[in-house]
């Protein structure tokens, strides 16, 4: 006999409805399945469930207080509620809270791919930026002059998604938490400089932060640069990993580069060269014409032809002074494989050697 295999599906009640989960989702992942809107600043799905905000909270029947929806895994019979007057007035007051804090809160997009969630969240309950006074946590760290990540701490509303994503993802635990409440500091070891520390500047700290409290200077370089950001899902032109990212540009001038957070390849991580390094692109000094050197051993503007020419004159002059193996071909990893063929024959055929290689396997 031929069992047929299921997959155990249980049932709560969600908003009054009755809906299918799977054992081990949490109440957040099922609502969001379900299409519900639930408001979140501490929750990055690719991060472990932190549940520091308390901005996600649903009622629970038959529990004395509203619980985190993150945090919460979905258990038969549960009923939900994700939107009541009650919740409503919560979540305001909990961004009310956090917002009265901060400098700013609406602040350049160009700072990281999350930097509008908490300004978002503050239309969308219309919560007041100024309702309570009192202590200000978060010291930003002007001295801290990398040329990468400005660390603008007035603007930190301690949901440690940074610390969470440094170790998470990236593996490198450059940052973590010291002392708490209003105390509360972002920081490296010993308080000291990115540079000094373990960052190896992958920038993922800053496009996960809600606030824009951790930004990109590169790209914040080019606030002023007129125009509408638009973004461009392309593949970053580094390596042959092929990291899917988002170029930013207003009008013809790229103004940044943020990670694709569905990009099968990264997931949202980039290095600090897919991350940063987009300044090439109008850099003065760029190459966009070929150039040979004259007789008189300078360097200057050439055609394709004669560019190539003397490339071919180079080859054949190295292989008849110091025969084949002086030439050595390495293919792009950012080649298509059309392009590694190519330069495989033209290597082996060409030249009679099989030294060649793609900078992939380095
Ligand atoms: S710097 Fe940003 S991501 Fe880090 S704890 Fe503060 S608000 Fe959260
Ligand atoms: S840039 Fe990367 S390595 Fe450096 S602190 Fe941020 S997440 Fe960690
Ligand atoms: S998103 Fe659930 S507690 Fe912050």
């Not at 969240?121 to 040329?147: E, K, V």
């Amino acid at each position: 006999m031929i069992m047929k295999s299921s997959t155990a599906v249980a049932k709560m009640t969600l908003d009054g409805e009755e809906v299918g989960f799977t054992p081990g989702e949490t109440v957040y992942e099922v609502a969001e399945r379900h299409r519900r809107e639930i408001p979140t600043l501490c929750y990055d799905p690719r991060l472990e469930p932190f549940g520091g905000c308390r901005l996600c909270v649903v009622e629970l029947e038959g529990a004395r207080a509203p619980v985190a929806s993150c945090t919460t895994k979905a258990e038969p019979g549960m009923v939900i509620r994700t939107r009541t007057d009650a919740i409503d007035a919560h979540r305001r007051t909990l961004l009310e809270l956090v917002a009265s804090e901060n400098r700013e809160n609406d602040v350049d997009p160009l700072r990281g791919y999350a930097s509008q969630e908490l300004a978002t969240l503050l239309d969308r309950y219309d919560a007041r930026t100024g309702r309570f006074a009192g202590s200000h946590s978060g010291r930003t760290r002007d001295d801290d002059d990398n040329p990468f990540i400005l660390r603008d701490y007035d603007l930190c509303i301690s949901c440690y998604r940074c610390v969470r994503v440094c170790a998470e993802q990236q593996g490198d635990y450059a940052i973590s938490i010291k002392n708490r409440g209003f105390a509360t500091e972002i920081t490296t070891e010993f308080s000291g400089l990115l540079r000094g520390s373990a960052c190896v500047f992958c920038g993922q700290c800053v496009q996960t932060c809600p606030t824009g409290a951790l930004a990109d200077r590169k790209a914040l370089a080019n606030a002023e640069v007129p125009g509408k950001i638009e973004k461009t899902r392309t593949i970053c032109p580094y390596c042959g990993v092929g990291c899917s990212v988002d170029v930013m540009t207003k009008g013809e001038r790229v103004v940044g580069v943020q990670p694709a957070m569905d990009g099968p390849a990264n997931e949202g991580a980039l290095c600090v060269k897919g991350q940063f390094a987009f300044d090439f692109v109008h850099h003065h000094e760029r190459l966009v014409k070929p150039w040979v050197r004259g007789e008189d051993g300078r360097l200057r503007e050439a055609s394709w032809d004669e560019a190539l020419d003397r490339a071919a004159q180079g080859f054949l002059k190295a292989v008849a002074e110091h025969g084949r193996y002086s030439v050595y071909g390495i293919a792009s990893g950012r080649a298509p494989h059309e392009a590694a063929y190519t330069m495989q024959k033209f290597i082996r055929m060409g030249f009679g050697t099989n030294q060649i290689d793609n900078c992939s396997r380095a």
